[in-house]
């Protein structure tokens, strides 16, 4: 029988708390802001590095705020293109999980820096998609770019547990990097065929419910990439991580992915509907709603859902055991058994002597 035990529920409970409450109010606080405080000085900066590491290709850009231009071929910089989602995500992570303050600083100095770093890199990658291969530039930065950016994370807040936190994790950083890719390339084509399918379904769902109030949302005869099926990816996102997760036991490891897609799902069906309303209707209430759900499906949601299911790998010392008898996590076993259940221990090897006898 599996022993769920006490240290394990209750760090998650105060690591949820945390984690819940570092990332929704940092996210409330970047979108509460105006835009000259945080968000365009750091999508001009995000601009100008981008610029700069394009000139070390020989390459001549030019950059006006936002606007990345070479050779004819021009993006603008948004706050979504920044890492700073990520990094929220990250932050919070970090400073939820139960460790030493000094652990924390440390992860929060190798850690940030890497992924703004990797997501110059993959600014730059996509750029040059786009000067190259003008017709997958829209694949690359909208399906590719965010299913990379939350595996950084994911390898960053692993990497950090295992060689900083000291947490006892089956799952090494690189060769989960591997699974994670193995896991998704092939359904990750599919998908690229189904997405349509799957968001047509959500809005006849909407249209079902909003008819009934008098809405008729009006449903598109052609899907665009953006902003149509830009975040529907998290579904193969979440599902691979899962699956590339081998601290997870396999049959635990199906239902939970299940359960995750179904809370997916029900989370795109809401983005839908409060898009109707916000974008058909001009309701202004929908408009937070719509805008945070666009956050919470992207970011927090395929990253917070694994860190639940894979739960009790997260919270495990590596000089720490599991007592059998209370379920109990100490560094010293015996020393535990002997002061806390010896009593238990003798009764039970009285009881297997008779037994023998």
């Known amino acids: 029988m599996k022993i769920e035990h006490p240290t394990n529920r209750r760090a998650l409970i105060i690591f949820s708390v945390r984690f ?4 929704g109010g ?7 802001l ?9 999508n001009r900066h995000t601009a100008e590095m981008t610029a700069f590491f394009l000139r070390l290709l020989h390459l001549e850009p030019s950059v006006s705020g936002v606007i990345l231009s070479a050779q004819g071929f021009s993006i603008r910089i948004i706050a979504e293109c920044t890492a700073i989602f990520v990094a929220i995500l990250y932050f919070s992570f970090v400073m939820a999980y139960p460790t030493a303050l000094k652990n924390k600083l440390l992860g929060l100095a190798a850690g940030l820096p890497f992924l703004f770093a990797a997501n110059l890199a993959r600014i730059l990658f996509i750029f040059l998609i786009g000067l ?16 990379v950016m939350i595996l950084l994370v994911l390898v960053a807040a692993m990497t950090w547990l295992r ?14 990097l591997v699974r994670f890719i193995a896991y998704s390339s092939i359904p990750f084509v599919f998908w690229l065929y189904l997405d349509q399918g799957f968001v047509y379904i959500n809005l006849l769902l909407v249209k079902a419910l909003l008819s009934g109030f008098g809405l ?6 052609k899907l665009d ?21 081998r601290s997870i036991e396999r049959s635990r490891k199906v239902r939970c992915t299940l359960i995750g897609l179904v809370i997916l799902c029900v989370a795109h069906f809401l983005f839908r509907l409060n898009q109707a309303l916000y974008v058909d209707f001009h ?21 917070g859902l694994w860190l639940f299911f894979a739960r009790n790998a997260l919270f495990k010392r590596r000089d720490r055991y599991i007592c059998p008898i209370c379920g109990a996590e100490k560094k010293g076993l015996i020393e535990h058994m002997k002061a806390k259940h010896g009593y238990e221990m003798k009764q039970k090897t009285l009881q297997e002597s008779e037994k023998i006898a």
């Open 216 to 221: 008729p949302v009006p449903i598109p005869e």
């Open 26 to 32: 940092l996210y409330i606080l970047f979108n509460w």
């Open 163 to 176: 060689s900083i936190a000291e947490a006892k994790m089956d799952d090494r950083p690189l060769s989960f």
């Open 225 to 245: 990439l953006y902003p149509h099926t830009f975040n529907t990816f998290h579904l193969i996102a979440f599902a691979s991580l899962m699956m590339a997760t």
């Open 34 to 42: 105006p835009p000259s405080a945080l968000a365009d000085p750091l």
């Open 132 to 147: 190259k291969y003008r017709a997958f530039f829209e694949y690359a930065h909208v399906y590719i770019g965010q299913i």
């Open 20 to 23: 819940v409450m570092l990332a």
């Open 283 to 303: 309701i202004n209430y929908a408009m937070r709603p719509f805008v945070a759900l666009i956050i919470i499906i992207q970011w927090i949601l395929p990253f």
